[in-house]
């Protein structure tokens, strides 16, 4: 089993940056993608950002290229979300995720997940 901590959601307004963390444990970190997901109220979840055990590849999702980073401690067992130029449609439950499998984050799946971090955008 792999434990996921969520933090550093929070109220920002719009052009505003938040750095989220996520805390991984039960397991060894490195072998693991970690990804992100977010869930806005009434929508679907949809996949974010997704980065290699290595750290050596990453993926966006469009609606946050240039504007979103993430990135991982694999000392610390953490990865992060440096969330730039913050939007009001940003504002979501914010999710971290670990598999095995890169690609499964990219079509909306994880085999962890954390309890999530509210993320607020104001205009």
């Known amino acids: 089993q792999v434990q996921l901590v969520e933090s550093g959601g929070g109220l920002v307004q719009a052009g505003g940056s938040l750095r989220l963390s996520c805390a991984a444990s039960g397991r060894t970190f490195s072998p693991y993608a970690m990804g992100w997901f977010r869930q806005a109220p009434g929508k679907e979840r949809e996949f974010v950002a997704v980065i290699s055990g290595s750290a050596s590849v990453t993926t966006y999702a469009d609606s946050v290229k240039g504007r979103f980073t993430i990135s991982r401690d694999n000392a610390k067992n953490t990865v992060y979300l440096q969330m730039n130029s913050l939007k009001p449609e940003d504002t979501a439950v914010y999710y971290c995720?670990?598999?095995?499998?890169?690609?499964?984050?990219?079509?909306?799946?994880?085999?962890?997940w954390g309890q999530g971090t509210q993320v607020t955008v104001s205009s």
């Open positions: 995720g670990a598999d095995l499998l890169l690609i499964r984050f990219q079509v909306g799946r994880s085999s962890y």
